[in-house]
C-alpha cells in the first residue's frame, strides 16, 4: 500500500516561515485529493488543508486561513503546504494523506504515512 510522505519539517521562529511537502512515489497525485493533518503533543490529530485533484479547489482550517497555503504541480507529483506567519500553537507533526474526495476528520483515513516534525520556537 502506497503510503505519502510529508517532509519538510524543521524548527523555525515564530513569525517565519516553512514549506512542507507531500510526496509519494508509486502513486498517480494526479487522482487524488490531498489532505494535510497535524498532531500536536497530548493532542488529537486535525486538519490543516486540502486540495483538489486539478488544484482548483483548496479548503482551509480557520486556525491556518490567511497564513498557510496548499498548491499543487501534478507534473512533480507534489502537493506542497507553504505555511507563513508560523505561531508556537502550529508546532506539530504533520501528516499528508491522500483521498477521493475532500473530508475532514482523520478517521475517514487509515493509509498515515510518515509525517514530519515542525517546532516553532518563540
Known amino acids: 500500500q502506497v503510503r505519502p510522505v510529508g517532509s519538510g519539517g524543521e524548527q523555525v521562529q515564530a513569525g517565519g516561515s516553512l514549506r512542507l511537502s507531500c510526496a509519494a512515489s508509486g502513486l498517480t497525485f494526479s487522482t487524488n485529493v490531498v489532505v494535510w493533518f497535524r498532531q500536536a503533543p497530548g493532542k488529537e490529530r486535525e486538519f490543516v488543508a486540502a486540495?483538489?485533484?486539478?488544484?482548483?479547489?483548496?479548503k482551509y482550517a480557520d486556525s491556518v486561513k490567511g497564513r498557510f497555503v496548499i498548491s499543487r504541480e501534478n507534473t512533480k507529483k507534489a502537493v506542497d503546504l507553504q505555511m507563513n506567519n508560523l505561531k508556537p500553537e502550529d508546532a506539530a507533526v504533520y501528516y499528508c494523506a491522500v483521498s477521493t474526495e475532500i473530508y475532514v476528520l482523520p478517521s475517514d483515513y487509515t493509509n498515515w504515512g510518515q509525517g514530519t516534525q515542525v517546532t516553532v520556537s518563540s
Open positions: 486540495i483538489s485533484r486539478s488544484g482548483d479547489s483548496t
